[in-house]
């Protein structure tokens, strides 16, 4: 398959992350767009070492993985976050009754 | 011998420690105590200076410099802080401190009525006058000259302001501060030029026998030489008060008398005298500059002398007959006379520091009276000032055998042979001299007083602290002149010019001179000196009996009492249009122009802040929108600009 489809797919995740990003209100949502756009980078990544390590994997094996190890970095990273995040929206929850970022504009003025 | 040489340089600390002493102690010391300082400061750099002099006038002296640091070393420009003493500067240095200890003297009496500070803050400028001038004729050169140059200025600014309170005062002291540096500009800009020109401004590297700069220089009126003689010109026209900027010295006459004896007739403005004389084998290459100096110095000599005629302020009389015989010196110079001119520094030293102080004498009888119209018959009252007074009018008119006489016939003889039409200008100038000078002497202490009735009972002969300078001046007026016989009436009579003949005999050997046969010299001087005696019986005659008069002067009498409007003329020419070009500047380019810029930069600051401060709305989903408006905007970048 040739690796443009990987890349219009990853795109398309990653717009409809930022767009959702841009326009929920719901923390939850914002936070789950957010998940959704670092892991169509992942896929990206993915489908790069896919496509330009191949050829050397024979030669190199070590060398092969490394963009795939690089994922789970982000993965780990990623899994760190969201339990802070979500740890964060719960506080919020417990302090507003609310989960809308709207109402995180406290700071202004 | 060499001990000598290696204490100059207490010739002019000295003063400096006395400047720092009553300077800084003036709350704490006491009258006398700031008297023995100031004085005594001087009195010890006299007998340096005498002994300077005796050593100096020993067989096979060669002209010292002693160089104590470097002062500015900079790639190929190198200046010493050096002092230099040789035949014209101990000359110099011997004018500088006898006089001005004499003056020093005198101001301890004169000055007695000021309160404890205010004394000592006297003492302490005029120390510090003496420590610049002795720095200016002992430096080495240029540039020390040019520090003590403008340490004179600085000087003489605050001593014709020391009388701070008065406005007019104080004007008169700006006015004198600014003449000057328009030429101490012309002075500064000689001194550039010259460090480009040759890469040095040491006398000795310029002007020394051997391997001088200039002695290399065989082209006549080369133009860089021309500018640069000019240009140190118009320093010397600043400092000793020629036109067109001579007007402050007149107006200097705010000060107290003895700073203007000391400082505005006797040494300060004979700078300008002293540098041309120290440069002279420049001058003497650049005869164009020569014939300016001539015509300057003469035209002033001149012009100062009628102005003389009609002023009524005793002092004011003094200060354009001052204007008036440096015209003559730089006559002097200009015709080549260099020797004359010095000598005639010298005389006009005696007589002129004696006539300030005798006015000075006279202004303390009469309770600060200075109108002459208002006094007359102080003769019977002060008899020491009016002899003395009288010794320096003889002087200065030029009769015989009083020492201006035989400066000024120099000085005449030398333009004489250079062009008799000079001689002629300059003799009308000497006859007008005549006559002020003895309207002075009869207005003042002849005929009847007309002052008021308390003044005559206040009338007294000053202490002996005032009168005994005046003896000591009147003395040295009286045989200042034996030193520079002239040779037609005794050979070998010039001692001045054989002690000076090592500085001007470079120049002597270039300038044709065209000796005058003796019988010549005796018809001009006899000429001379009857029409002196003519005019000055007729002025005897004539103010005599001076009576107040009511009338008002008419016609050419009220332009010479207004000094021919030359105040008025600047005034029009230059200090309103600048005025008006100042007003123009500040409404219109600094005000719209300058100031508008820097106030719309921060207007626009502040509105375009008040624009952007609107980005910042809390709502983290438009910070998340700026962010990825941002980041396509430099993917694009990325893509677009390579």
Wanted: glycine share 8%; net charge positive; hydrophobic share 55%.
């Amino acid at each position: 398959m040739e690796i443009k489809w990987y890349i219009f797919l990853s795109a398309a995740l990653f717009c409809i992350g930022i767009i959702g990003a841009l326009t929920r209100r719901n923390a939850i949502i914002v936070f789950m767009c957010i998940e959704l756009m670092l892991n169509s980078v992942n896929l990206l990544l993915v489908a790069f070492s896919k496509m330009h390590m191949s050829g050397i994997a024979a030669k190199a094996p070590a060398l092969a993985t490394d963009a795939q190890l690089f994922v789970f970095f982000i993965m780990v990273v990623a899994a760190a976050e969201v339990s802070v995040g979500l740890a964060i929206i719960v506080m919020m929850y417990r302090n507003t009754h609310s989960v809308d970022i709207n109402f995180l504009n406290r700071l202004k003025n | 011998m060499t001990n000598t040489f290696d204490l100059i340089y207490l010739i002019p600390l000295l003063p400096l420690i006395g400047f720092l002493i009553n300077g800084l102690a003036r709350n704490v010391l006491s009258k006398s105590l700031v008297s023995i300082i100031g004085s005594g400061a001087i009195l010890i750099s006299f007998v340096l200076s005498v002994l300077v002099f005796f050593n100096v006038r020993q067989e096979g002296f060669v002209p010292q410099v002693i160089s104590y640091f470097d002062f500015i070393n900079v790639g190929k420009i190198k200046v010493d802080f050096a002092f230099q003493i040789d035949q014209l500067s101990s000359l110099f240095l011997l004018i500088i401190t006898g006089v001005g200890f004499l003056i020093h003297v005198y101001s301890t009496s004169y000055m007695k009525e000021e309160t404890v500070p205010h004394f000592a803050r006297y003492f302490s400028y005029l120390n510090l006058f003496v420590f610049s001038m002795l720095l200016l004729v002992m430096g080495a050169n240029y540039v020390i000259m040019f520090i003590g140059w403008e340490g004179v200025g600085l000087c003489s600014y605050l001593l014709i302001g020391y009388w701070f309170k008065n406005t007019a005062y104080n004007n008169a002291a700006k006015k004198a501060f600014i003449m000057n540096r328009i030429g101490d500009l012309g002075f500064l800009l000689g001194i550039f030029w010259m460090i480009n020109a040759f890469g040095s401004v040491s006398f000795h590297e310029l002007f020394n026998h051997q391997n001088g700069i200039i002695n290399s220089i065989s082209a006549i009126n080369s133009p860089t030489l021309v500018g640069i003689t000019i240009l140190l010109f118009v320093g010397a026209i600043g400092k000793s008060a020629q036109i067109p900027l001579y007007t402050w010295l007149p107006d200097a006459m705010a000060g107290p008398t003895p700073v203007s004896a000391l400082i505005h007739a006797a040494t300060m403005v004979t700078a300008g005298i002293y540098m041309i004389a120290r440069s002279n084998l420049m001058y003497t290459l650049a005869p164009t500059t020569m014939m300016v100096v001539a015509i300057i110095g003469l035209t002033t000599a001149i012009f100062a002398a009628t102005i003389a005629l009609k002023q009524n302020d005793i002092k004011k009389v003094l200060a354009y007959s001052t204007v008036s015989q440096l015209g003559y010196m730089f006559l002097g110079l200009g015709v080549g006379a260099y020797t004359g001119a010095v000598f005639h520094v010298m005389t006009h030293a005696f007589f002129k520091a004696l006539l300030f102080l005798g006015a000075g004498s006279v202004i303390h009888a009469m309770g600060g009276e200075q109108d002459i119209r208002k006094m007359g018959g102080l003769s019977k009252h002060m008899k020491i000032t009016y002899i003395t007074f009288f010794i320096g009018c003889i002087a200065i008119a030029g009769i015989p055998p009083f020492s201006g006489f035989f400066s000024k016939d120099e000085i005449l003889a030398g333009a004489f042979a250079e062009n008799p039409v000079l001689y002629a200008v300059g003799l009308g100038g000497a006859l007008l001299t005549a006559f002020y000078m003895f309207r002075l002497l009869a207005m003042t202490f002849m005929g009847k007083f007309r002052g008021m009735e308390e003044q005559l009972h206040h009338v007294h002969e000053s202490p002996s602290a005032i009168t005994i300078p005046l003896i000591i001046l009147a003395f040295l007026s009286i045989v200042g002149g034996l030193f520079g016989i002239p040779e037609f009436l005794m050979s070998g009579g010039h001692r001045l010019a054989e002690f000076l003949d090592p500085v001007f005999s470079n120049s002597n050997a270039i300038l044709a001179k065209h000796t005058i046969p003796h019988q010549t010299e005796w018809l001009l001087t006899g000429v001379s000196i009857i029409l002196i005696l003519i005019v000055s019986f007729w002025a005897w005659k004539k103010y005599k009996n001076y009576q107040t008069e009511t009338t008002e002067e008419t016609g050419f009498a009220k332009v010479l009492q207004n000094k021919w409007y030359v105040d008025e003329l600047y005034d029009a020419i230059i200090v309103r249009p600048l005025r008006s070009l100042s007003v123009f500047l500040n409404n219109v380019i600094e005000r719209s122009g300058i100031d508008a810029l820097v106030n719309s930069v921060g207007r626009g600051v502040n509105f375009g802040s008040r624009q952007i401060r609107l980005l910042q709305n809390g709502q983290v989903g438009a910070y998340i929108l700026m962010m990825v408006i941002g980041t396509i905007v430099l993917f694009i970048i990325q893509i677009f600009v390579k």
